[in-house]
């Protein structure tokens, strides 16, 4: 829920758009991880322990490519804040074609988005924990409202990684503090849309491409990082 009010999803320069520094957003996602592993370990379970650290691991190694990417973003578009990233990106015109270097950081994000949202090919959300293991089983130790809630908190996780990596990719059209009316709608609708086009993405990847074996999913990680380093590697030289 912090994400979503700090992020640039659907308005730019809002209320709390200083407050939306890269490092912050690192150390946000990060600690929503730290907390689901505290949650795990508290069972008292050896298998809920295991899959907690399993997971702890995959997103430890991925906040170094999460940095790489934000600083490559940051240094193009010349603002630390995820919303002046967005904001440039509005004002200048369209990132990628700028500066096409950047598509490698994008693509890192999205791999990145695949290992924290458990989907494939490192994880299925919707298989059986002992077929696969990582979040189905770190919220096997829930039931009722709590479930709700970590469920919830899950797919939103989902969705604001989704609208991040489409408005890096098409930011328009977002809602500004002088919008009218009819522009806030269509900045709903294109992100309704945004999502929906991501989705059926999403979807058609976990129907074709097979889960990794916890052990391989260090190449995809290991891909993912010097995918971003590339990225600010050309950055810098550009």
């Known amino acids: 829920v912090l994400l979503a009010l700090i992020l640039p999803l659907v308005v730019v320069g809002g209320a709390l758009h200083d407050v939306s520094n890269f490092i912050v957003v690192v150390s946000v996602m990060t600690l929503g991880a730290a907390f689901m592993t505290l949650g795990?370990?508290?069972?008292?379970?050896?298998?809920?322990?295991?899959i907690a650290s399993r997971y702890l691991t995959l997103v430890a190694l991925s906040v170094p490519t999460l940095i790489l990417v934000f600083v490559a973003l940051a240094i193009t578009t010349g603002s630390s804040a995820l919303d002046g990233v967005i904001m440039g990106t509005r004002g200048e015109g369209y990132l990628l074609a700028k500066a096409p270097y950047?598509?490698?950081?994008?693509?890192?994000?999205?791999?990145?988005?695949?290992?924290?949202?458990?989907?494939?090919?490192?994880?299925?959300?919707?298989?059986s924990q002992g077929v696969v293991g990582l979040q189905s089983a770190l919220?096997?130790?829930?039931?009722?409202?709590?479930?709700?809630?970590?469920?919830?908190?899950?797919?939103?996780?989902?969705?604001?990684?989704?609208?991040?990596?489409?408005?890096?990719?098409?930011?328009?059209p977002l809602v500004v503090t002088t919008s009218a009316p009819f522009e806030v709608?269509?900045?709903?609708?294109?992100?309704?849309?945004?999502?929906?086009?991501?989705?059926?993405?999403?979807?058609?990847?976990?129907?074709?491409?097979?889960?990794?074996?916890?052990?391989?999913?260090?190449?995809?990680?290991?891909?993912?990082f010097f995918l971003s380093l590339t990225g600010l590697a050309l950055t810098l030289l550009a």
Do not use: C
């Open 185 to 224: 709608a269509a900045a709903l609708g294109a992100s309704l849309l945004k999502v929906t086009v991501l989705m059926f993405g999403l979807a058609v990847l976990e129907a074709t491409v097979a889960r990794l074996r916890f052990y391989r999913t260090q190449e995809l990680l290991t891909g993912a």
């Open 139 to 172: 919220l096997a130790n829930y039931s009722g409202p709590y479930l709700v809630m970590l469920e919830y908190a899950g797919a939103l996780k989902l969705t604001i990684f989704s609208l991040l990596i489409a408005n890096l990719i098409w930011p328009w």
């Open 102 to 127: 950047l598509s490698l950081s994008v693509s890192a994000l999205m791999l990145i988005a695949l290992i924290h949202n458990a989907r494939s090919p490192v994880d299925g959300a919707n298989r």
């Open 40 to 50: 795990s370990l508290d069972s008292g379970n050896a298998l809920y322990g295991n």
